[in-house]
């Protein structure tokens, strides 16, 4: 668990879906106009036919609870130890703070955006991150736990990034998302005896909804390819590795959520990296070497490092605050080491579209 918060209310988990630390999910606003000067005319065939799909909605009844799911959370869920229990509804908190967060940028754009190919692309996709996130607030509404939505969005704040780093990190988000989603739907799918909580079983069409949003950001990269060369290289490497590096630290602050799944975070991960090493070549030129030995030696002292910080943290008074500074300064140099790691570079392939094959 990243925070020593006991989530027992709903103020608790309101509480920590607000905060803004390094590890959690963020809300972002953007420049509307620069956004609508976007142009996706090189790729409109590819551009029309997703959103034919968009239109076309096959996740429409998806989202809606069967009779069996509260009987499901009441015998099985109601087994899990109590430090487990508060490990999932950590994960249920970050995740819909995530989703959410798709939804509230997707719906500005949407409603500023004048240019018709984004609008249209925004108004599904923030569609689709509001039944996402929705759906994870009604497991939480269980246990008396159900996120105020409004409050959230008026209270939270906000960090701004301009689209070309939008479209980088929101890209990867929706494609590790796809990731981490299926994943843990193979996995349980193996193993039903493991499936704790009946919402993984609602996982792999949902994740298709993630799948085909990181897509409509690959037709856009593609179709403004300046994004995608230069002095942005750098820019790309620095989303792929905050991303992967705060996901890695992130799961195994919470690593009981994993080996009740019969999952062990560390192979966990770097089975969802490697997915998506293989989806991002479609639109980025350069990979992070995931197997080289360096980079898993650095993402482990990152992980230390956040220990070591949670209990300064902890500690408080004076002496706490110049270790947290100390520890704080060993995580930026070992972020920057890892940042200049060799990385992989490849030929970006002709046919942008992917499927979601995994
Ligand atoms: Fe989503
Ligand atoms: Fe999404």
Request: aromatic share 14%.
């Amino acid at each position: 668990m990243q925070e020593t918060l006991t989530i027992d209310s709903a103020e608790k988990a309101s509480e920590i879906a607000l905060m803004n630390t390094m590890l959690s999910p963020r809300f972002y606003t953007t420049n509307f106009a620069e956004m609508d000067r976007v142009d996706v005319s090189s790729l409109r065939s590819e551009w029309d036919k997703m959103m034919d799909e968009y239109e076309g909605d096959n996740n429409h009844d998806h989202f809606q609870r069967t009779p069996e799911f509260s009987k499901e959370v009441a015998e099985r869920f109601s087994q899990v130890s109590p430090e487990m229990r508060q490990e999932f509804l950590d994960f249920l908190i970050s995740s819909l703070t995530s989703e959410f967060s798709g939804c509230i940028l997707y719906n500005e754009i949407y409603k500023k955006s004048q240019n018709p190919d984004i609008k249209n692309l925004m108004r599904y996709m923030a569609r689709d991150e509001s039944r996402h996130a929705s759906f994870i607030n009604q497991s939480l509404k269980d246990f008396g736990l159900g996120i105020d939505l409004g409050d959230l969005k008026r209270n939270k704040p906000y960090t701004y990034f301009k689209p070309k780093y939008i479209f980088y990190a929101t890209y990867l988000s929706e494609k590790i998302g796809y990731a981490r989603y299926i994943t843990i739907f193979r996995q349980l799918e193996k193993h039903p005896e493991k499936r704790f909580h009946p919402i993984f079983k609602w996982f792999e069409r949902w994740c298709n909804d993630e799948f085909r949003h990181g897509e409509s950001f690959a037709l856009i990269m593609r179709a403004n390819p300046h994004l995608l060369r230069g002095v942005n290289i750098y820019w790309i490497r620095f989303f792929l590795l905050a991303v992967y590096a705060t996901m890695y630290v992130r799961d195994h602050c919470r690593p009981m959520l994993h080996e009740e799944m019969g999952l062990d975070s560390t192979t966990y991960d770097y089975t969802v990296f490697q997915i998506t090493n293989d989806i991002t070549r479609q639109v980025f030129p350069v990979s992070l070497d995931i197997d080289s030995p360096l980079f898993r030696q650095g993402l482990d002292k990152l992980l230390h490092i956040q220990k070591q910080l949670d209990m300064a943290k902890a500690r408080g008074g004076l002496i706490g605050k110049f270790q947290q500074a100390g520890w704080a300064l060993v995580g930026a140099k070992t972020f920057v080491q890892l940042y200049f790691l060799p990385i992989k570079h490849h030929a970006l392939p002709t046919e942008v579209r992917m499927a979601p094959a995994w």
